[in-house]
C-alpha cells in the first residue's frame, strides 16, 4: 500500500517525503485524524522513442505530396524585397 502520513508530518517533512517517494517509487497516503485526504504517486516513467517509430504511416509522406510546393506565391526574394 505505501506510507501513510499525517498532514502536519508531511507539512514538516514535505521535501523529505518526496525524496523518498522519488527513489522507493511507493505512493504515499496523506491522513488527517485518521481519514484519508490525499494519495501521492510516483510519475509514470516517460515512453522512450523506439526504433523505426517514423515507419509508422502518420509520419510518412507520399512521393505526390513532396513534389507540391508548400507556397506558390513568389516570396519576398524573388520580388526583391528586402525585409
Given at each position: 500500500m505505501?506510507?501513510?502520513?499525517?498532514?502536519?508530518?508531511?507539512?514538516a517533512?514535505?521535501?523529505?517525503?518526496?525524496?523518498?517517494?522519488?527513489?522507493?517509487?511507493?505512493?504515499?497516503?496523506?491522513?488527517?485524524?485518521?481519514?484519508?485526504?490525499?494519495?501521492?504517486?510516483p510519475?509514470?516513467?516517460?515512453?522512450?522513442?523506439?526504433?523505426?517509430?517514423?515507419?509508422?504511416?502518420?509520419?510518412?509522406?507520399?512521393?505526390?505530396?513532396?513534389?507540391?510546393?508548400?507556397?506558390?506565391?513568389?516570396?519576398?526574394?524573388?520580388?526583391?524585397?528586402?525585409?
Amino acid at each position: 500500500m505505501g506510507k501513510m502520513v499525517g498532514v502536519t508530518e508531511f507539512k514538516a517533512k514535505c521535501l523529505r517525503i518526496l525524496d523518498e517517494l522519488e527513489r522507493t517509487r511507493e505512493p504515499v497516503t496523506i491522513t488527517k485524524r485518521g481519514r484519508i485526504i490525499g494519495e501521492l504517486h510516483p510519475p509514470k516513467p516517460k515512453k522512450k522513442f523506439e526504433f523505426g517509430f517514423l515507419a509508422h504511416p502518420d509520419y510518412r509522406f507520399d512521393e505526390d505530396a513532396v513534389d507540391q510546393p508548400a507556397y506558390e506565391k513568389p516570396w519576398n526574394a524573388e520580388l526583391g524585397i528586402i525585409d
